[in-house]
């Protein structure tokens, strides 16, 4: 019967070569948007949480982190660049202004504990956990 061939294949197995086909344009397609800024990356223990960002230009005296319960927002601005009147951008990739992110954090963190530290354009944020928070480790006794 005419709907269980197309071509030597049945009609579902036609669908599928052409769901296959459909998904790899859409995967050769690139959609560029702004990545977030600024970069950050989270580690976890334990013992708490590691943030680190990329802050190239920024002045420590020009970033902010805040911890409302268990929200991290750092936030903060990188000047334009000083040029000459008549200087005019060739390339501009590198943004300024105001800038903020935020994350949910998977745990409290004990906010007056917290350590922030800038070196060579990188913040890097210690934060600790709550120590009711932590996990115990319960002893099992032999009766």
Known sequence: MWW???NG?????????MRQQLDRMADN???????SFPALNVWSNTDG????????GVEPENLDIAIVN?????SGSRQPADLDEQARYHRQERGCGEFKRTIELPYRIAADKVEAKFK??????TLPRVEE????RILVQAA
Do not use: F
């Open 70 to 74: 268990q929200t991290l927002t750092l």
């Open 29 to 35: 397609m690139t959609y560029r948007s702004a990545p």
């Open 9 to 17: 294949n049945s009609v579902w197995q036609e669908m599928d070569r």
């Open 133 to 136: 928070e932590k996990p115990r």
């Open 4 to 6: 269980r061939t197309v």
């Open 49 to 56: 949480l590691l943030v680190t960002a990329e802050v190239p």
């Open 120 to 125: 060579n354009g990188v913040l890097t944020i």
